[in-house]
């Protein structure tokens, strides 16, 4: 059974970077399916942050796209998501998610890290 | 983008009823439309793919159906285990977009 489980810093000061990891068991990220990022802001909005895919190649929301960078190490078989120059809008629960190759249903979520913004 | 208006925000339902919630795409999505299920401190499932598509072990009192741009979550006889958060999620165009999401509660 696959499971996805985030981990990072809860507290991230204004301007600087957000950095998240995504560890994978039961799965091998580079046997297929699509490794997205999301993100829940408090009020439940939810956004879609961008994939990397189990080739390595990546996509990512255009809202973020300047700030935004997804990577990988296959061989711990986790993904990462990194933010740059984060503000208080970025204060979000973030989510690690697995998704359908070429169909972006994401079967498979992680429990989710809660991510605040501030000074 | 695509906006996925989600309706309604909240409801209340008895054990035993039918509930249905909608989402209304901004535009044609061709049926690539998602339905999951997030409970109390744990993480989304997925319920509903493809519009209608059953996903592996999900209850069959949960279905999907379309009208045009409009889709709807049905859940027939509601049980306890079907509080939570409900929200529904495009596929067909990057970036992909989710609705607003709705509270039901079990009465």
């Known amino acids: 059974e696959i499971q996805l489980q985030e981990s990072g810093p809860g507290l991230v000061k204004p301007s600087q970077s957000l950095s998240l990891t995504c560890s994978v068991t039961?799965?091998?990220?580079?046997?297929?399916?699509?490794w997205s990022w999301i993100r829940k802001f408090p009020g439940n909005k939810m956004e879609w942050m961008g994939y990397i895919s189990y080739s390595g190649s990546t996509n990512y929301n255009p809202s973020l796209k300047s700030r935004i960078s997804i990577t990988r190490d296959t061989s711990k078989n986790q993904f990462f998501l990194q933010l740059n120059s984060v503000t208080t809008e970025d204060t979000a629960t973030y989510y690690c998610?697995?998704?359908?190759?070429?169909?972006?249903?994401?079967?498979?979520w992680g429990q989710g890290a809660s991510v605040t913004v501030s000074s | 983008d695509i906006q996925m208006t989600q309706s309604p925000a909240s409801l209340s339902a008895s054990l035993g009823e039918t509930v249905s919630i909608e989402c209304l795409a901004s535009e044609d999505i061709y049926s690539n439309l998602a339905w999951y299920q997030q409970k109390p401190g744990k993480s989304p499932q997925l319920l509903i793919y493809?519009?209608?598509s059953l996903q592996d072990g999900v209850p069959s009192r949960f279905s999907g159906s379309e009208s045009g741009t409009q889709y709807s979550l049905e859940i027939n006889s509601l049980q306890p285990e079907d509080e939570g958060d409900y929200f529904c999620q495009q596929s067909y165009k990057f970036p992909l977009t989710f609705g607003s999401g709705t509270k039901l509660e079990i009465k």
């Open positions: 493809y519009a209608s």
């Open positions: 039961g799965y091998t990220i580079t046997s297929g399916y699509d």
């Open positions: 998610a697995r998704g359908w190759y070429l169909s972006y249903v994401m079967d498979a």
